[in-house]
């Protein structure tokens, strides 16, 4: 398959750890530590409402623990709306997206929402003619556990 032939159905990636907007960055800063990616979407449901980066979460970081529990991820995306793209786009038309946007990762999406995301890593490895299997079952993953930090007491 040429890579012009390529949409952003065939590339993407299909497994998905996502965040609620509800999180954490504690939460969010771990899920993407234990699950070692780079990208975070933040979803409501399958909604998408916009994607986070390792290096959001790290610009945003001040205080310890305490106050990153108190936080939401929802304060730390982006006003401007990250583009979407749907599973036929053609690759080419993605990259460009991602270019026109300056971001390097897409979420995918069809009627039902969420269904992959497609990473500057994911066009490098089409162009290189590294292609992840053809179909298959995407799987969007929350969180599955909640972080709380042990804080030491104050005395008085």
Do not use: Y
Request: include cysteine.
């Amino acid at each position: 398959m040429t890579v012009e032939a390529l949409t952003a159905e065939r590339v993407m990636s299909r497994v998905l750890v996502v965040v609620k907007p509800d999180e954490s960055p504690l939460m969010a800063w771990e899920l993407m530590r234990r699950a070692d990616v780079h990208h975070l979407p933040v979803v409501d449901g399958r909604h998408v409402l916009g994607i986070l980066t390792r290096e959001q979460v790290a610009a945003s970081w001040s205080g310890g623990p305490q106050e990153q529990s108190n936080r939401q991820v929802r304060t730390m995306l982006r006003s401007e709306r990250r583009p979407v793209v749907g599973p036929e786009t053609p690759l080419a038309r993605v990259a460009a997206a991602m270019l026109n946007a300056e971001c390097d990762a897409l979420p995918v999406v069809d009627t039902d929402g969420l269904i992959g995301m497609v990473t500057a890593r994911d066009v490098l490895m089409a162009v290189a003619g590294r292609l992840r299997p053809a179909k298959g079952v995407g799987e969007v993953v929350t969180g599955m556990f909640h972080l709380e930090p042990v804080l030491p007491h104050q005395t008085r």
